[in-house]
């Protein structure tokens, strides 16, 4: 079954600092990959998703982007981070004809 | 993207049987429902997918009626380690797009000794 890799665990960064958080998954190929993104108490916002290499799709307008520049590497980044960047990031995979999709162990991120 | 309405939170003992109960009005026809968990500081997991009917594992058991509007999950004989958020997720895979999905605030369920 797949695995789910991300790092770091933990970030605190000031505001207005770059960020890069990274996501890699084993034991599958070509699989749709996702982030998300979790407030303290609330449930997962879907921020980005992708079928392809190269292929992103954003869900929800803000200063987020996202790349995938290997079929099982999945890049979050901003230039500016803002306070409501704070939240707990998760990246996940399915495979194109499954309705299980796989999480990976997060990662929290404050933003001071 | 159909919109699903779950209860805020439930409570349970541990050996009794909980039922969670989706609304789902807008389902399209050509999508499916799954239910999954998620602990503290950790990634949800997936339960149970379903279509239509009921469909049962090792773990739980997903009754879907036949206008399909509505879902409800159950666990069997809950323990303390149920203790956790469920969420009702609908969406549909085909066209190639992915799996766009709305996971709601969920259910907390809270199971007590």
């Known amino acids: 079954s797949q695995t789910i890799h991300q790092w770091p665990a933990t970030l605190v960064q000031p505001v207005g600092s770059p960020l890069s958080l990274e996501c890699t998954v084993e034991?599958?190929?070509?699989?749709?990959l996702y982030w998300y993104r979790q407030a303290a108490g609330r449930g997962l916002q879907l921020l980005f998703y992708?079928?392809?290499?190269?292929?992103i799709s954003s869900e929800v307008p803000q200063n987020l982007s996202a790349s995938r520049p290997q079929d099982r590497q999945f890049i979050l980044s901003s230039k500016k981070l803002l306070l409501s960047d704070s939240g707990f990031y998760l990246c996940?995979?399915?495979?194109?004809?499954?309705?299980?999709?796989?999480f990976g162990p997060g990662t929290r991120l404050t933003v001071t | 993207l159909a919109k699903t309405t779950q209860p805020i939170s439930m409570d349970s003992y541990e050996g009794q049987e909980v039922n969670i109960t989706c609304s789902h009005n807008n389902i399209a026809t050509n999508d499916y429902i799954t239910w999954y968990q998620q602990f503290p500081s950790q990634g949800p997991r997936f339960i149970i997918q379903?279509?239509?009917t009921k469909v049962t594992n090792e773990v739980a058991s997903l009754f879907i009626p036949a206008d399909r509007k509505s879902s409800t999950l159950s666990l069997p004989r809950v323990s303390l380690s149920d203790t956790a958020v469920y969420y009702c997720?609908?969406?549909?895979?085909?066209?190639?797009?992915?799996?766009?999905?709305?996971f709601g605030a969920g259910t907390r369920l809270f199971v007590k000794a």
């Open positions: 996940a995979c399915n495979k194109g004809d499954s309705y299980e999709q796989y």
């Open positions: 997720l609908v969406g549909d895979l085909s066209g190639g797009g992915g799996f766009k999905t709305i």
């Open positions: 034991g599958t190929s070509n699989p749709n």
């Open positions: 992708s079928v392809g290499i190269g292929q």
């Open positions: 379903g279509y239509k």
